[in-house]
C-alpha cells in the first residue's frame, strides 16, 4: 500500500510523469539526472490531495498560506543551472514551501540546507521527507534573507521567492566558484538569474521572465 502511494496511480502514474519529463525536455531540459529525478519524486505528495491530479501539470499549484509550489520546468532549470558547475556537496535553499524543490535538489546533492519562514509548511514538508526517506535535507524556520551562515559557504544557493534585490547575506554565503540561482524583481517584472561567485566578484546573468511569490522579511 504504501508504494501504491508513493508511485501513484492513474493520475499519478509512472506513465503519467514521463509524459511530464518528455514535456520538459521539449521546453530545453537536457540534464538527463534531473529529468529522472522529476520522474521518480512523487509530486503528488506534495501537494493537497485534492490537487493531486494535477501533480504532474506542467504548472504551479496553490499549497496555502498565499504559497505555490513551482511549476516543474522551473523546479527543473533552476536544479540543472545549478548543476552545470559540477557536484554539489552543500546546498542552500530559500523557501521550504511544500518541500518539492528540495526534494529534487537532495536526490542530486550532498546535504540539502532549507530555510521556511511559514511553520505550518515547514511541518508538513518535515513529515514529507520523513516518509519518503529523506536524510540529507536539514530544516530551519526562519525568515530567508539571512540565509543559514552556520552551515555556509555554500556550493550553490537556490531561492524559490523573490527579493526586489539580492539580500547581501547571501552573496557572502556563497562559496568561491558557487552559484546562486535566483529570481530578482516586484511582482510582474522578476527575472530568474543566475549569480556566480569568482573570489570578490559577483556575475550576474539574466536567464528568463518568471512569477514567484515574494520573498518576504519574518516569520509567521
Not at 496555502?64 to 511549476?71: A, L, V
Not at 522551473?74 to 545549478?82: D, F, G, P, S, W
Given at each position: 500500500m504504501v508504494n501504491r502511494h508513493i508511485h501513484?496511480?492513474?493520475?499519478?502514474?509512472?506513465?503519467?510523469?514521463?509524459r511530464l519529463v518528455e514535456r520538459l525536455r521539449q521546453e530545453g531540459i537536457h540534464n538527463e539526472a534531473v529529468l529522472a529525478v522529476v520522474r521518480d519524486v512523487p509530486r503528488h505528495l506534495f501537494v493537497d490531495e485534492?490537487?493531486?491530479s494535477r501533480a504532474y501539470e506542467d504548472t504551479a499549484l496553490p499549497i496555502?498560506?498565499?504559497?505555490?509550489?513551482?511549476?516543474p520546468y522551473?523546479?527543473?532549470?533552476?536544479?540543472?543551472?545549478?548543476l552545470e558547475s559540477g557536484p554539489l556537496?552543500?546546498?542552500l535553499e530559500i523557501g521550504t514551501g511544500s518541500g518539492y524543490q528540495a526534494a529534487v535538489m537532495a536526490a542530486l546533492a550532498g546535504t540539502v540546507f532549507s530555510v521556511e519562514r511559514i511553520k505550518p509548511l515547514l511541518d508538513q514538508a518535515r513529515q514529507r521527507f520523513r516518509e519518503l526517506g529523506f536524510k540529507n535535507i536539514r530544516l530551519k524556520l526562519d525568515d530567508g534573507h539571512p540565509g543559514w551562515p552556520a552551515n555556509g559557504p555554500y556550493d550553490a544557493i537556490i531561492a524559490t521567492a523573490a527579493p526586489e534585490k539580492v539580500p547581501a547575506?547571501?552573496?557572502v554565503q556563497l562559496a568561491d566558484g558557487g552559484r546562486m540561482v535566483i529570481p530578482i524583481g516586484p511582482?510582474?517584472?522578476?527575472?530568474?538569474?543566475?549569480?556566480?561567485?569568482?573570489?570578490?566578484?559577483?556575475?550576474?546573468?539574466?536567464?528568463?521572465?518568471v512569477s514567484?511569490?515574494?520573498?518576504?522579511?519574518?516569520?509567521r
Open positions: 501513484g496511480i492513474g493520475m499519478t502514474s509512472q506513465r503519467t510523469r514521463s485534492a490537487l493531486a496555502g498560506h498565499g504559497q505555490t509550489i513551482s511549476q522551473i523546479v527543473a532549470r533552476m536544479t540543472e543551472v545549478l556537496d552543500k546546498v547575506d547571501l552573496l511582482q510582474g517584472r522578476q527575472m530568474l538569474t543566475l549569480i556566480q561567485r569568482n573570489g570578490d566578484e559577483f556575475l550576474q546573468q539574466p536567464l528568463e521572465a514567484f511569490v515574494p520573498m518576504i522579511y519574518g516569520g
